[in-house]
């Protein structure tokens, strides 16, 4: 049973930083699940944040958090991270973490089963 739970938001202004964390269980980080993070703002559709390959060697970044934003997982606490730096106002949104079964990172929506309930980060 795959289960993802995120922490780490919270209100920051503008220039700040803040982790996001995703606890994962029900499957090993290091196995063959693709992970990533996505964000959904209020009237707009959710979006592809970062993603990371099993086993950490790949990423892949959205165009608007690219040299920003920094995906990592630690797998020894089966934990995923999202670094976020340089925020700005546009970053405003719940944010989830998301598994599925691939070898490469993807950032589709579609591709990914298993979701966390999200954690909202608000930027002003």
């Known amino acids: 049973h795959v289960q993802l739970v995120e922490s780490g938001g919270g209100s920051v202004q503008a220039g700040g930083s803040l982790r996001l964390s995703c606890s994962a269980s029900g499957f090993p980080l290091n196995s063959e699940y693709c992970m990533g993070w996505f964000r959904q703002a209020p009237g707009k559709e959710r979006e592809g944040v970062a993603a990371i390959s099993p086993g950490g060697q790949l990423t892949y970044y959205g165009k608007p958090v690219k040299g920003r934003f920094t995906i990592s997982l630690d797998d020894t606490e089966n934990t995923l991270y999202l670094q976020m730096n340089s925020l700005k106002p546009e970053d405003t949104a719940m944010y989830y973490c998301?598994?599925?079964?691939?070898?490469?990172?993807?950032?589709?929506?579609?591709?990914?089963?298993?979701w966390g309930q999200g954690t909202q980060v608000t930027v002003s």
């Open positions: 998301a598994a599925d079964y691939y070898l490469l990172p993807t950032l589709k929506v579609e591709d990914f089963r298993y």
